[in-house]
């Protein structure tokens, strides 16, 4: 067996308690989890994930997108569903 050795941390108590009952759901303790995350560390040589600080553009993209439709005079908006399909040509 692994010798193993006790290690303190220091966690928001609310991220503990969401990570716990995350972990748990995949059958994991919080010791297991850690352990997994310490070993992908080493197997990375690094973090396994890739920190940043951007930005999400797509998110702003889109949502810039939705605003230039909605306020658009060429586009033709629709109330309802059926209306969308009787200007397709779809009739009742």
Same mark, same amino acid.
């Given at each position: =067996? ?14 503990? =308690? ?5 972990? #748990? ?5 919080? #010791? #297991? ?11 990375? +040589? ?5 920190? *940043? *600080?951007?930005?999400?553009? +797509?998110?702003?993209?889109?949502? +810039?997108?939705?605003? @230039?439709? %909605?306020? #658009? ?5 629709? %109330? ?5 399909? @009787? ?6």
């Amino acid at each position: =067996m692994v010798k193993t050795v006790p290690t303190q941390i220091r966690i928001n108590k609310d991220v503990k =308690m969401r990570a716990n009952k995350l972990f #748990s759901g995949l059958g994991l303790d919080m #010791s #297991s989890a850690v352990n997994i995350f310490l070993n992908q560390c080493i197997i990375n +040589n690094g973090l396994p994930f890739v920190i *940043t *600080t951007k930005k999400n553009n +797509n998110l702003d993209r889109i949502i +810039n997108e939705a605003y @230039k439709i %909605h306020n #658009s005079k060429d586009i033709k908006g629709f %109330h309802n569903v059926d209306d969308l399909f @009787k200007n397709m040509g779809y009739d009742e």
